[in-house]
């Protein structure tokens, strides 16, 4: 427990100063599979040296916090399975004193959708990123995927905001 009080104060202090840079940058498209079905893809890039926590493998209490990848429900889509990640390291934590699973240079987040109707799709995505020395705990991003008609299905993408 003083380890994780430890971590927190210390990403507090370190996210100050370091806001500017975020060291994972996220990129996002839209795949077709068939007439009704779409992945949406995350890929996010990260700095040497640092790091982010899987979304799929568990997260034990007092463990680092999770990538997380939330949509806004609508009756517009329906997801076909859950969220797919690539292949995590997995490995025993010194400061965690747990087994993590992270990704380090890159990682890719996809998830396939039905298409009810044209529609927007909005959610938000968030990560914990560390280095050996700290964590630093962004603020969550938004996104938004269009998807409409234009003689059939467009794709248009819009940058995440804040």
């Given at each position: 427990?003083?380890?994780?009080?430890?971590?927190?104060?210390?990403?507090?202090?370190?996210?100050?100063?370091?806001?500017?840079?975020?060291?994972?940058?996220?990129?996002?498209?839209?795949?077709?599979?068939?007439?009704?079905?779409?992945?949406?893809?995350?890929?996010?890039?990260?700095?040497?040296?640092?790091?982010?926590?899987?979304?799929?493998?568990?997260?034990q209490p007092d463990g680092?916090?999770?990538?997380?990848?939330?949509?806004?429900?609508?009756?517009?889509?329906?997801?076909?399975?859950?969220?797919?990640?690539?292949?995590?390291?997995?490995?025993?934590?010194?400061?965690f004193e747990m087994k993590?699973?992270?990704?380090?240079?890159?990682?890719?987040?996809?998830?396939?959708?039905?298409?009810?109707?044209?529609?927007?799709?909005?959610?938000?995505?968030?990560?914990?990123?560390?280095?050996?020395?700290?964590?630093?705990?962004?603020?969550?991003?938004?996104?938004?995927?269009?998807?409409?008609?234009?003689?059939?299905?467009?794709?248009?993408?819009?940058?995440?905001?804040?």
């Open positions: 427990m003083k380890k994780t009080f430890f971590l927190f104060f210390l990403s507090i202090i370190i996210s100050g100063t370091q806001a500017q840079d975020l060291h994972a940058h996220w990129k996002q498209e839209i795949k077709k599979v068939n007439a009704s079905e779409y992945d949406l893809i995350f890929t996010v890039k990260i700095d040497p040296g640092w790091h982010i926590y899987s979304m799929v493998k568990a997260t680092p916090n999770p990538t997380m990848i939330e949509f806004k429900k609508t009756a517009d889509y329906e997801m076909v399975a859950k969220t797919k990640e690539s292949k995590p390291i997995e490995e025993d934590d010194k400061v993590v699973h992270y990704f380090v240079g890159s990682a890719t987040f996809t998830t396939r959708i039905k298409l009810n109707k044209t529609t927007v799709i909005k959610g938000t995505y968030e990560c914990q990123i560390c280095s050996d020395e700290a964590c630093i705990f962004p603020p969550a991003e938004k996104f938004e995927f269009k998807i409409g008609p234009s003689k059939g299905i467009r794709l248009r993408l819009i940058k995440p905001t804040k």
